[in-house]
């Protein structure tokens, strides 16, 4: 039987994208939304119920959908470039500090009563954004020894200034009185907000750092061989790790500033890839993107569903869920050369 | 032909390699011998580009072909020129032995990697010609470091390029692979006329198979020739520290060193 990669996962990231739009606190049955498809195609104007349904499409389920699909992507697509990058199973879009870095920025805004206007709605994600960045930054530039950046300096500067970072944040929230509860769901993965601002804005990075990042699969391949074999076959390797790790960073951060820190996906994701189809990079990357996004829609409609009306942060979800269905997934691979 | 001209090379304040000149000709295999620390590694590593020399020149001469600077080129372009053969060490076991080899084309392929027919009739020569064709859809990890040895062998040659560097490329291999190798690579130099400089450090099985040696101690150049030159009793000594007599070899045209035990 021919082992078709993208078709199959195509067809799961389809499947996911289906139950996410249907299920909320107000099902809408798959019929109908094949209705709607319909009628929007057509023009037409609906009646109740299709028109209610439509009301909460387009207002919530579609960009809440569209949203979490980006945030998959880009913790998937840069997980499996991370994992690349630095030739270790255990990386993961965290390794350098972009969660400790954005979770001190959201918290940092989360500290201060901003109104309710459009920026007061931003502050959190952009400081988020930039804490993250910030944080990259800085320890790229501790790494740095002349002209290269060694990969054990950045993950041991990663882990340094993440502890760093985490102490900070946690000294924070201990110290505030009303902003606790919010900071907690938003370390573990919340997305309280609505409509299609928090999309159109993580958009342009997004399509910036995953872009360059589908582009790296074959210079991913050759840097599993390492930095000296790499540049003997011809790749310009301080060049291409810069930016690759800049764009994986870009990508994790724009999904992290809306959608808080979620774990496991980034992990797990690429390993899964890896183990069903192989490890050539040029596969690995949008294959990790497409399930990335449809294992994180999966997790978001468990979050909803499970102690509905109230939501979990879904980053319990792909924490309690992932880690046993990657074990399992383990356990049964029969190639123990898939790494 | 591969001319390194006055060639140094300091890590930090220390210097390991001084005013190296060598010349390697097209068609012939050049062995680089010397005791270990002496600097064969660098040596390599300093032509290929991957640490940065402090002085002196390296250059590719083509009798149809103006004299290309090597340190003047980007790495696709130097990896047009010059291919090299590492150590069949912590290679990444999850390639298979045909994707490995494919990877050697990189230096004529896009940013994306993709491959044309030309550039597998052009792997699959390489694989024939280290007798590895039929290991293909293997995965590396599962071979042995004979057999990987020949994979990251037809890497090099599928890469096309008139010279060819092995560092140590024997070292981790049992004796039969040490000769089949050495066979393997004496034979393709001579046919497809590639300029080969190989790092050894087995005396004996470079006096077998190199038409010229030099030896290397503490970072100098200590003498070039062919392995009768190289191979006397004062240099190996001196070099080695270790007393030792040279002998012909019972069979074949070459000197035999033999360490002298008192």
């Known amino acids: 039987m021919k082992i078709r990669p993208y078709l199959y996962t195509l067809l799961f990231l389809l499947l996911a994208v289906v139950l996410s739009i249907a299920i909320g606190s107000v099902f809408i049955p798959p019929g109908d939304l094949g209705r709607i498809l319909i009628g929007w195609l057509n023009q037409a104007t609906f009646s109740e119920p299709l028109k209610t349904f439509a009301f909460i499409l387009t207002g919530i389920r579609l960009p809440r959908t569209v949203l979490i699909l980006l945030t998959g992507a880009a913790l998937g697509g840069s997980g499996a470039a991370y994992q690349g990058l630095f030739r270790n199973p255990l990386a993961d879009p965290y390794l350098i500090g972009v969660a400790s870095g954005a979770g001190l920025g959201a918290v940092l805004a989360m500290s201060v009563k901003f109104s309710y206007s459009f920026w007061g709605l931003m502050a959190v994600p952009a400081a988020a954004f930039i804490g993250a960045l910030l944080t990259v930054f800085l320890v790229y530039t501790l790494a740095r020894v002349g002209k290269t950046v060694p990969t054990t300096n950045l993950i041991l500067a990663g882990v340094a200034f993440g502890s760093f970072a985490t102490a900070i944040t946690t000294y924070l929230m201990l110290r505030s009185t009303g902003e606790l509860h919010r900071a907690i769901a938003w370390l573990n993965g919340g997305s309280s907000q609505a409509g299609w601002e928090p999309v159109l804005a993580m958009l ?136 | ?173 049992d004796l039969h692979y040490q000769v089949s190798f050495m066979e393997t690579v004496s034979a393709l130099a001579h046919q497809d006329k590639l300029a080969v400089l190989v790092a050894l450090h087995d005396l004996n099985l470079a006096a077998r198979y190199a038409d010229r040696m030099a030896l290397l101690v503490d970072g100098e150049i200590k003498a070039t020739g062919t392995p009768r030159q190289v191979l006397t009793p004062e240099l190996i000594s001196m070099a080695y520290h270790l007393p030792v007599q040279v002998i012909p070899h019972p069979y074949a045209d070459a000197p035999l060193v033999l360490p002298v035990n008192n």
């Open chain 1, 204 to 339: 342009p990075f997004l399509a910036i750092g995953l872009g360059i990042l589908l582009l790296s699969g074959h210079a991913l391949n050759l840097l599993q061989f390492g930095d000296d074999q790499a540049q003997q076959m011809g790749l310009p390797v301080m060049r291409v790790r810069t930016l690759i790790l800049l764009a994986a960073s870009l990508a994790t951060a724009a999904a992290v500033s809306f959608s808080g820190i979620i774990g496991f996906i980034g992990l797990i994701v690429p390993h899964v890839m890896r183990l069903w189809f192989g490890a050539d990079y040029r596969r690995l990357l949008p294959l990790s993107l497409i399930g990335g996004a449809g294992a994180l829609l999966l997790a978001d409609v468990i979050a909803r569903s499970v102690m509905a009306p109230q939501e979990l942060p879904v980053g319990i979800v792909t924490a309690l869920v992932g880690a046993p269905f990657f074990l399992w997934v383990l356990r049964r691979a029969k190639n123990q050369g898939y790494w």
């Open chain 2, 1 to 173: 032909m591969l001319k390194i001209e006055g060639l140094s090379v300091s890590y930090g304040p220390r210097r390991v390699l001084y005013n190296i000149s060598l010349e390697v000709i097209s068609g012939e295999v050049l062995a680089l011998i010397g005791p270990n620390g002496a600097g064969k590694s660098t040596l390599v590593r300093a032509v290929s580009g991957v640490i940065p020399v402090e002085s002196g020149g390296i250059r590719s001469d083509d009798i149809n072909r103006p004299s290309v600077n090597l340190l003047s080129l980007s790495p696709m372009q130097r990896a047009r020129s010059l291919a090299v053969v590492p150590q069949a060490a912590s290679m990444p076991p999850a390639f298979t032995v045909w994707e490995t080899v494919l990877m050697g084309r990189t230096p004529h392929l896009n940013f994306l990697g993709q491959v044309s027919a030309k550039d597998e009739a052009i792997a699959r020569l390489a694989l024939q010609k280290v007798d590895a064709l039929d290991l293909s859809e293997r995965r590396v990890g599962e071979l042995s470091g004979g057999e990987q040895q020949r994979v990251l062998l037809a890497r090099a040659l599928a890469q096309s390029t008139p010279i060819l560097l092995l560092d140590e490329p024997t070292s981790n291999l």
